[in-house]
């Protein structure tokens, strides 16, 4: 009898430990290199809200976005936007600016049911978020997954490292750093606009700080991106569970 029962437990620990490796391989856990492209950040039509304090609160902000979208009629929400434009190795977590967004429209394409379009709009509407057209923009880019704990964490110390020795390497001077995730297919694109004077302010959804003269926010996107990645483990859910 316990010798049937300790091979049960035998079973049970190898399928969870097969579960737990399947979960680090997708995570990204063997995707040492990351590759970084210059493209143009897509045309969008977005729904957000301009936030200031501690950028780990925004996944507490996401997720209500979120549940709000699915009650409005949309089951499965596609694209999200996080914007992340101050330092908060210079600047206190209590005034860093940041947008959380849904992406309404993404290259001329409607990403929200026509039958639920006006109950979308008039929640988010209701909730405080604001319609902006976001033009396409020249960008350093870089695509990671976006299963989780991990691979957030494994953002941090890939992605970011990747995209600030690309500019240093190019002489690129850039500033705020944006994270467009795709919810149906668990990834995110990291994108650090390099924008035209015509269109920087266009993608300043936040307004300035007092005394900050600086065109796009922070110096390095390893910074400003880390920072926003870091407060994501304690709030912002990934994948499946968003």
């Not at 399928?15 to 856990?29: D, E, P, Q, T």
């Not at 709000?68 to 694209?79: A, Q």
């Not at 266009?202 to 880390?226: E, I, K, V, Y």
Request: glycine share 8%; charged share 20%.
């Amino acid at each position: 009898m316990w010798w049937v029962l300790w091979q049960l437990v035998r079973v049970v620990l190898w399928i969870c430990l097969g579960l737990f490796a399947w979960h680090l391989v997708v995570s990204g856990i063997f995707q040492f290199k990351v590759k970084v492209t210059e493209k143009r950040v897509p045309e969008m039509r977005v729904a957000y809200r301009a936030l200031v304090g501690p950028y780990k609160n925004s996944g507490a902000h996401f997720d209500h976005m979120l549940k709000l979208v699915r009650s409005c009629g949309v089951k499965k929400p596609e694209w999200t936007l996080g914007v992340y434009y101050d330092n908060p190795r210079e600047v206190p977590d209590a005034e860093c600016r940041y947008a959380v967004a849904y992406v309404l429209q993404q290259d001329k394409k409607e990403l929200v049911p026509r039958h639920v379009q006006k109950d979308v709009m008039e929640g988010l509407a209701s909730a405080g978020y604001v319609v902006r057209e976001l033009p396409s923009a020249p960008a350093l880019t870089a695509r990671f997954p976006f299963k989780g704990v991990v691979s957030i964490i494994l953002a941090i110390v890939r992605v970011y490292p990747a995209l600030d020795k690309y500019a240093s390497r190019k002489g690129l001077q850039v500033g705020y750093v944006m994270e467009h995730t795709c919810l149906r297919k668990e990834f995110n694109d990291y994108y650090v606009p390099l924008p035209s004077a015509k269109d920087a302010a266009a993608f300043q959804m936040c307004p300035p700080r007092a005394g900050d003269t600086r065109r796009n926010g922070p110096s390095s996107p390893t910074q400003a991106g880390a920072a926003g990645a870091v407060g994501s483990p304690t709030g912002r859910k990934a994948g499946k569970q968003r």
